[in-house]
C-alpha cells in the first residue's frame, strides 16, 4: 500500500485546512487508517484513527472538538478536517494504515506510511 499526504500549508491561528490522504496499491484490504504528527524536536504523536468501516473514530484529547477524520472507501481516501487551529498543532502530519480493521493510537500499530505534509500555523 502507498499512501499519499497532501492539503497542507500556513495558515493564521483560527483557521482551517483539510488534509487528504490517497491510497493506491492493495488498498481491497479491510485497513484501518490513521493520521499522527511529529513537531521539530518532538516524538511524533497520534492524532485520529478511524475504522475501516469508518464508524469508529477516535482522537486524541489535544485536537478534540477541533479535527474530523474521514473516509470515502470508493475513492480511497481518508480526510482530516482541522478547524481552530492553533500555533501548536504546527507539525508535519503523517497519514498511516493499519493493516486491521480497527486503528490503532501507537505509531507501532500501523503498517504503511506516507510522506508527509508540512502545517504550519502562525500566530
Known amino acids: 500500500v502507498q499512501l499519499q499526504a497532501s492539503g497542507g500549508g500556513l495558515v493564521q491561528d483560527g483557521g482551517s485546512l483539510r488534509l487528504s490522504c490517497a491510497a493506491s496499491g492493495r488498498t481491497r484490504s479491510s485497513y484501518a487508517m490513521g493520521w499522527f504528527r511529529q513537531a521539530p524536536g518532538k516524538e511524533r504523536e497520534f492524532v485520529a484513527t478511524i475504522s475501516w468501516s469508518g464508524g469508529s473514530t477516535y482522537y486524541a484529547d489535544s485536537v478534540k472538538g477541533r479535527f474530523t477524520i474521514s473516509r470515502d472507501n470508493a475513492k480511497n481516501t481518508v480526510f482530516l478536517q482541522m478547524n481552530s487551529l492553533k500555533p501548536e498543532d504546527t507539525a508535519v502530519y503523517y497519514c498511516?494504515?493499519?493493516?486491521?480493521?480497527?486503528?490503532?493510537?501507537?505509531?507501532?500499530?500501523?503498517?504503511?506510511w506516507g510522506q508527509g505534509t508540512q502545517v504550519t500555523v502562525s500566530s
Open positions: 498511516a494504515a493499519d493493516r486491521t480493521p480497527l486503528g490503532g493510537r501507537r505509531w507501532a500499530d500501523y503498517d504503511y
